[in-house]
């Protein structure tokens, strides 16, 4: 008996020490990543900066002069929930927490591209925000959740959380909700650790330019979201209305299919001699006839959130004005510039208080490198009128405008036509109180 029971012993150890050296250890549902000894089951990718691991702790740090740097997971996950602990030196540009990112040759010769965690140490506390790397730029900001900004502590660890079911992207810094992205442009790839480069004609500030993480782990079985929260969504899914949206109180202005709730001035037919609708946009047939034909929203509105994306073309000039008097033209209201800012020949097109994102001819636009896209790339961009007067104008996460209106009653919504190709997209709006 004694014999049989050594065999047994023998034969448990023999299969132990035949399990591969890439197996990481796992906390009942959970699997951790990181096994604070090495790196086994990651990989550098990108620019060569210093990864170390030292008292259980993955240490980056920044090399001068190189591009933004990866640790990435070789495997990659869908729908998951990922926990970590993230420290970062003040001294240092940023850093993120990549997620359902990829690196292939087709894409930038594998430069690794995707949604990025914020890790933000700078004053404008952007920490948590969600970031698309090498790709459409800022997806969902601090600055539209200004609670959260307070979350993040400099100087001591910060908790982390990342939950992605299906096409929802949610984060929480040290059990703060931060961002809520609903986007379908990834739902798979890999977890990964940025290193960010700096200028080399910056000036290095001195000290230690690091960052640590530990306690790298994730869930993929047995997973259920988080109850839903009252933060702000953003929604980039052409004219899709979430079930989280809709509990926020949003409703759909345009379909995507037909002019249903669209209408010409004064309540008359659609213009579709002046408007397209195909491929789930409303777009501006480039005219130059004297008479061109806008389109309204056939109800009014006194105080609202109004969600929407537009496409500029080289040259573009629209705009959304609300709060007209009157379903026409000519009404009297507000408006949200919508246009390209330079002309042919990359000249600037006009002043603040006409550029993209300003309040027409009563406030400036503030825009910055962050807000802007490229011409024929989308954004996404709200009007919030407040129930005392108060206005502002977003676009891509940022404030471009604030006014204090004049008292008013319910208004009509136009999307102007100056005869230059301008498309919209995914126009909801939210009634405030």
């Known amino acids: 008996m004694r014999n049989i029971r050594n065999l047994v012993l023998i034969l448990i150890t023999l299969t132990l020490a035949g399990l591969p050296a890439t197996a990481q250890k796992s906390e009942g549902d959970w699997e951790i990543l990181f096994n604070g000894k090495d790196f086994t089951g990651w990989k550098h990718l990108n620019g060569n900066h210093k990864v170390e691991v030292k008292d259980g702790m993955i240490v980056g740090t920044v090399v001068p002069g190189e591009p933004n740097g990866f640790l990435c997971t070789e495997k990659e996950f869908g729908d998951f929930i990922l926990e970590l602990d993230v420290s970062i030196d003040t001294t240092m540009n940023n850093s993120g927490i990549q997620f359902r990112s990829l690196s292939t040759l087709d894409y930038l010769n594998y430069r690794l591209h995707g949604y990025q965690m914020e890790v933000d140490p700078k004053p404008q506390r952007w920490s948590g925000s969600i970031y698309d790397e090498a790709r459409r730029g800022w997806l969902y900001t601090t600055e539209l959740n200004l609670p959260s900004k307070t979350a993040f502590k400099n100087n001591a660890w910060n908790h982390y959380r990342i939950e992605c079911f299906g096409t929802s992207n949610r984060t929480w810094v040290n059990d703060v909700a931060v961002s809520h992205l609903i986007d379908d442009e990834t739902l798979k790839g890999m977890i990964g650790l940025q290193l960010h480069s700096n200028n080399p004609n910056d000036p290095i500030p001195p000290g230690n330019h690091q960052i640590r993480f530990k306690n790298i782990r994730i869930k993929t079985r047995n997973i259920k979201p ?37 209408t010409g001035a004064s309540n008359s037919k659609f213009p579709d001699s002046d408007w397209v609708i195909e491929q789930g946009t409303l777009t501006i047939k480039e005219s130059k006839r004297n ?4 389109v309204f929203l056939k109800n009014p509105y006194a105080a609202f959130e109004l969600k929407f994306e537009f496409r500029l073309a080289e040259g573009a000039d629209s705009g959304v004005k609300y709060l007209l008097s009157k379903a026409e033209e000519n009404a009297e209201g507000l408006e949200f510039q919508i246009q390209d800012d330079m002309l042919p020949g990359n000249v600037p097109r006009g002043k603040d208080l006409t550029a993209l994102g300003s309040v027409k001819g009563l406030a400036e ?11 024929g790339l989308w954004s996404n961009a709200m009007i919030r009128v407040y129930p005392d007067n108060r206005v502002e104008h977003w676009i891509n996460g940022f404030k471009m405008a604030d006014y204090k209106g004049k008292p008013h009653e319910k208004g009509f919504l136009m999307l102007e036509n100056n005869g230059l190709s301008v498309s919209y997209r995914s126009i909801k709006i939210k009634e405030l109180r």
Not at 236 to 259: C, H, M, Q, V, W
Request: proline fraction near 6%; charge should be positive.
């Open 365 to 375: 636009s503030k825009q910055t490198i962050f807000s802007k896209r490229r011409i």
């Open 291 to 294: 008479e061109k034909k806008s």
């Open 226 to 262: 988080s109850p839903p929260d009252d933060i702000f969504i953003v929604n980039l899914i052409p004219n899709d209305l979430s079930e989280a949206e809709k509990r926020a109180g949003y409703g759909s202005l345009f379909d995507g299919k037909t002019a249903q709730g669209l």
